[in-house]
């Protein structure tokens, strides 16, 4: 089994950016999907955005088009968030997650790191 840990979370002011990282241990994390979502307090976690296993696909919420980058590096094993330009409404707690195909569930998960945007 996987085990992700993700980092790089903090309070920024609103325009500022970020970089979260997934850091997999247990199996190589190429075998999965890999998925950021985030849950905002009182809201139900959502999908950000997701990367294929090599890394040629990616897809995102609409609300973090052109804002946001997903990227992976396999030799490290870890899946990178880079989020641009960040508003208040990108206040959550950020969770990476892997799947091993498209439609299967997301069935591991790290346990979050906070994001805080401040206006």
């Known amino acids: 089994q996987v085990q992700l840990v993700e980092s790089g979370g903090g309070l920024v002011q609103a325009g500022g950016s970020l970089r979260l990282s997934c850091a997999a241990s247990g199996r190589p994390f190429s075998g999965y999907i890999a998925g950021w979502f985030r849950q905002a307090p009182g809201k139900e976690r959502e999908f950000v955005a997701r990367?294929?296993?090599?890394?040629?696909?990616?897809h995102y919420t609409n609300s973090v088009k052109g804002r946001f980058t997903i990227s992976r590096d396999n030799v490290k094993n870890t899946v990178y968030l880079q989020m641009n330009s960040l508003q208040p409404e990108d206040t959550a707690v950020y969770y990476c997650?892997?799947?091993?195909?498209?439609?299967?569930?997301?069935?591991?998960w790290g346990q979050g790191t906070q994001v805080t945007v401040s206006s």
């Open positions: 990367i294929t296993w090599r890394g040629d696909t990616t």
């Open positions: 997650a892997g799947q091993t195909g498209y439609g299967t569930s997301w069935s591991v």
